[in-house]
């Protein structure tokens, strides 16, 4: 008799509930052990139950020893995020800070443009000669703190490089001892030697 399709929405009745959660997990946890076993896969697994008990599995070694691995393997492209987060952060305060910038100069330039320059006070004058000043050091400092992030950045790639370079001639040195230890096949060893006429 063939079964009906389960229907995926919670299952109210408790018993029933927690019977079908011991044979998910049953299920799902043999699963990961045959992906672990049949591929030479390493395999973490939590589960907690709707009463908060923790079920894990860890194929190969411990979970802390997996969870290690998995953060070191994740490190790499978490500076490349925060990097790249940090960069847009800073574009859009340097182009808040741009836009204001921009409107008080714009307001300074009809001043001047417009032969309003002659017509401003002493003191007006002074406000925007001190504003343009501050411009001026502001892009300065906005200019100077890019390119210290850009060479963080760049730093940050450089340790990534370095690390993928060091696993990629681990793995060359690897495999190079393993194909120095299998013997080459002479013509001496090759039963075939003795038919074969040049």
């Known amino acids: 008799m ?26 799902l946890l043999k699963k990961a052990k045959e ?12 589960i907690f139950s709707s009463r908060g008990k923790l079920y894990e599995l860890a194929t190969k070694g411990t979970m802390q020893g997996l969870l290690d691995k998995y ?22 305060q340097e182009i808040s800070m741009l836009k204001q910038e921009i409107e008080i ?17 002493l003191d007006e004058l002074q ?3 001190k504003n343009l000043e501050i411009w001026i050091y502001q892009i300065r400092s906005i200019k100077m703190d890019l390119m210290f992030q850009e060479i963080q950045l760049l730093r940050n790639k450089e ?12 793995k060359i040195e690897e495999v190079t001892e393993t194909i120095s230890f299998v ?5 001496t060893d090759n039963p075939y030697s003795a038919y074969h006429t040049e």
Request: net charge positive; hydrophobic share 40%; glycine share 10%.
């Open 127 to 129: 406000v925007l000669e």
């Open 183 to 187: 013997p080459m096949m002479t013509q």
């Open 105 to 121: 100069l714009q307001k300074g330039m009809r001043y001047i443009f417009e032969g309003g320059a002659g017509t401003m006070s």
């Open 35 to 46: 992906l672990s076993v049949l591929c030479d896969a390493e395999i973490g697994l939590f």
């Open 71 to 92: 953060m070191k393997s994740n490190r790499g492209s978490q500076l490349a995020c925060q990097a790249l987060e940090t960069q847009s952060l800073a574009a859009k």
């Open 159 to 170: 340790g990534i490089l370095e690390a993928a370079n060091k696993c990629l001639q681990d």
């Open 2 to 27: 063939a079964r009906g399709k389960v229907q995926m929405k919670r299952i109210e009745n408790p018993v029933h509930r927690q019977v079908t959660f011991c044979k998910r997990r049953a299920g």
